[in-house]
């Protein structure tokens, strides 16, 4: 398969005013999912909101076989939620810890989600283990499978592509392990869905947390949990579950649903949950592994061109990098370089030492700007953005 680069701008409306290299922040939506969530928003203003849901019910339920094939799963298996930090929580809080209990991760993991470690260490005397780091980047694969089999954690969490560097952790290696022990085993895949194929039992996943607004070119708003048949089996459910996910039966006693609904909470925006539908539909008539080397082609251009420049550092390291480039530019704070490039219609992002307190750390950096191609941008604006870039390096503050 080819892609169309020409025709997929032209359904892009986005592109026509901005130079877009914020795809791990917020991708550009296309012009089906753009009109699907329109169209329900206009249902609801003329029936009313409970009533659009309704009338669309079949259209909603078909959203979680797409999302379901877009991870080569079940539709059981799909939890639709607001966010990615909401699937993560849910999927955490139904872990049964006890005090003394380990929780073992990496140093890559997402700062919400190591902010949570910790707070499962205050209030629950969880310890936290973070496997240490590999020659080549990333964590070393091998010392946490170690760990899993000398700590026998109750759960192992890693976060499959980070935040701020373009790593791809070898989560593979660390789920084989997990499914081996029968260790739970929850994986963070917000920035890799929709930037690559993402398959949750290939992985060896139990749960895997990810939404529909970066790589995956949804609305922000909505994400999804994928949950194993092995969870649902042993009867796990989120701490706090409410009406959408479990039944009360009697005074004293309720019933979790059967399937991974019971992940989830009443309350939906329903126009963005149809346009997670459109986006996961929309990925997979592309092409995953088309998307994915694009989206890492353009990426290791960028690197290459950033790396050419006096005065700019490319922070990426590890053996499989992807679609974030993550660079420290000198004299240049990543929130105000991210403000001069918007000047020119350059859309990026920045991290702060706060976003990744270890890795920033050991690369000795305390900010950093952040680009994300996809595969609907062009060389020509790679090469713009490497220029602007360049400029700025000669440019005093």
């Avoid at 209990?101 to 283990?129: C, K």
């Avoid at 989560?171 to 081996?180: D, N």
């Avoid at 592309?286 to 960028?302: I, K, N, Q, S, T």
Wanted: aromatic letters at 6%.
């Amino acid at each position: 398969m080819s892609l169309d680069i020409h025709a997929l701008r032209e359904e892009t409306p986005g592109v026509r005013e901005r130079t877009h290299l914020n795809n791990a922040g917020a991708g550009l939506m296309p012009d089906p999912v753009i009109r699907a969530i329109r169209d329900h928003l206009d249902l609801e203003a003329r029936v009313g909101g409970y009533e659009a849901a309704d009338i669309r019910r079949e259209a909603i339920q078909g959203v979680y076989r797409d999302v379901a094939d877009l991870l080569s799963a079940e539709p059981h298996q799909i939890a639709v939620v607001e966010h990615a930090t909401a699937a993560f929580v849910a999927a955490l809080s139904a872990v049964p810890f006890r005090p003394g209990d380990v929780l073992l991760t990496t140093r890559h993991d997402y700062v919400s989600n190591q902010i949570q470690y910790l707070s499962l260490a205050d209030r629950m005397g969880v310890e936290v283990v973070r496997a240490p780091d590999g020659p080549a980047g990333g964590v070393d694969a091998s010392a946490m499978c170690d760990l899993i089999h000398r700590r026998r954690p109750r759960l192992v969490a890693m976060t499959h592509v980070p935040t701020n560097s373009g790593l791809v952790q070898d989560v593979v290696t660390v789920g084989k392990e997990c499914r081996e022990s029968g260790t739970l085993f929850l994986v963070d895949a917000c920035q890799s869905v929709g930037q690559m194929p993402v398959d949750p039992v290939a992985l060896g996943a139990d749960f895997l947390s990810a939404t529909a607004r970066k790589f995956l070119r949804g609305p922000r708003g909505a994400g999804f949990l994928w949950v194993s048949d092995h969870v649902l089996d042993r009867g796990l459910e989120p701490l706090f579950p409410d009406l959408r996910g479990a039944d009360w039966i009697d005074a004293d006693l309720r019933q979790p649903a059967p399937d991974a609904t019971r992940f989830e909470t009443w309350e939906f925006s329903y126009g963005l949950v149809l346009g997670l539908g459109v986006a996961a539909r929309y990925a997979l008539g592309l092409g995953l592994e088309v998307v994915r080397d694009r989206a890492f082609r353009l990426a290791g251009r960028l690197r290459t061109g950033l790396d050419q420049i006096p005065g700019v550092r490319v922070l990426d390291w590890g053996s499989e990098l992807c679609a974030i480039v993550t660079a420290e530019v000198e004299g240049w704070t990543g929130p105000r370089l991210v403000r001069s490039l918007r000047e020119e219609g350059i859309n990026t992002s920045s991290l702060g030492r706060e976003a990744a307190v270890l890795d920033f750390e050991d690369k000795g950096v305390t900010s950093a700007l952040r680009l994300s191609p996809h595969y609907y941008n062009t060389e020509d604006e790679i090469e713009k953005v490497v220029d602007a870039v360049r400029r700025r390096t000669g440019r005093s503050r």
